[in-house]
């Protein structure tokens, strides 16, 4: 039966057993983030109704594959939902099954269109694509992974990553026509053609979490 919230003992596992792990990696995954995924899941799918239980559980592991190689997290958070026997509990191996699949097809660098409204619901969750925090983010993941850069390596950096990805050329996809993403998506790709007005949003935010870490 189909229900506007997960259940409960499903949601007491996950905050105990599988959220804390996000303790583990970078300010732009960490709990905060798998939260906001969470959220925005549960959203989607009360909206398309979709199981509640099934995209809670999508949403909490989609990136505990970043406990490996970065470059195919979203293939290594599959298996590690895959391979949880605990998860029988809820579900069916027809589930499970879909769940996989829908893990692995929430990244944005996908060239294809994820297998089921499950992969589509986590993918549109994952890309809170708010400028600032995208823009914040973004300078998070490079104070954490080029510590040797100064501000004007990680300002180039910064800079093309977000031409390779949020451009009008960008690799990004959404899949859900009509999202506030949509909209969000267009007012970030304005702020990259303007990049005097970028550095300016760029050196603030730059100066906010280069102060934290004093």
């Not at 603030?204 to 979490?209: P, T």
């Amino acid at each position: 039966m189909m229900t506007n919230s997960p259940s409960l003992d499903l949601v007491e596992f996950i905050e105990t057993q599988i959220l804390p792990q996000y303790a583990q990696f970078d300010k732009a995954h960490n709990l905060q983030h798998v939260q906001k995924v969470i959220r925005a899941s549960l959203d989607l799918a009360r909206q398309m109704g979709a199981d509640m239980d099934m995209a809670y559980v999508i949403a909490a592991y989609h990136d505990l594959g970043l406990s490996g190689p970065r470059a195919i997290h979203h293939v290594t958070s599959g298996k590690i939902l895959m391979q949880d026997a605990r998860l029988k509990r809820w579900f069916s191996a027809e589930q499970l099954k879909m769940m996989k699949e829908a893990v692995e097809d929430h990244r944005a660098s996908a060239s294809r269109a994820p297998r089921s409204i499950y992969g589509k619901i986590v993918a549109e969750a994952d890309r809170d694509i708010q400028p600032g925090t995208v823009i914040r983010r973004t300078i998070q993941f490079g104070l954490s992974n080029y510590p040797h850069l100064d501000r004007e390596g990680h300002w180039q950096h910064f800079m093309q990553h977000m031409d390779e990805k949020y451009s009008s050329n960008g690799y990004i996809r959404l899949w859900i026509q009509g999202s506030e993403n949509e909209k969000r998506l267009n007012e970030l790709r304005t702020l990259i053609s303007q990049p005097t007005r970028m550095r300016q949003v760029f050196d603030r935010l730059f100066d906010e979490e280069t102060t934290e870490k004093k």
